[in-house]
């Protein structure tokens, strides 16, 4: 019947994304699962822009997501957009569309609410907020 795996089918489930073949159905399966739960990542405690003075941002790829979080503090305000992350650093979003976010000051209702984007060519900036400490956490499709 057509939901019948057959040998065939089986043979080429071992062939892996290196072009490698497992030397069975379960070391292909292992390798799958490891490389699913791969990941890279790198924390950025230097900022470009010239407004932030102290922080750190983590920046994790896995397969399919990226994740930035920590906390970032401004040395005052911010009128027009800056760049803190390049492109280098932060990968582009899959759908190759802005991703927008917002921070809020810990601890603080009153603070001019921070606003970040991810960039389609993949750099972290923000805008507004006050001098003061921010927590970043946002999520996104990479390839």
Known sequence: STTEVSAAEIADARVQANGQTATSLGNAIRWVYNALLAEEHATYTEFDGGVVSDGALTVTQRP????????????????????????????????????????????T???????????????????YGVAGNYVINVCYPIE
Do not use: M
């Not at 001019?112 to 960039?119: A, D, M, P, S, Y």
């Open 64 to 107: 399919g997501l990226c994740f930035i979080t920590g906390n970032i503090t401004l040395s005052k305000s911010i009128a027009d957009w800056k760049t803190i992350l390049s492109s280098s650093k932060v990968p582009a979003p899959q759908h190759g569309r802005l991703v927008p976010f917002e921070a809020s000051q810990w601890g």
């Open 109 to 127: 209702s009153y603070a001019r609410t921070l606003r970040g984007k991810i960039t389609p060519d993949g750099e972290l900036q923000i805008v």
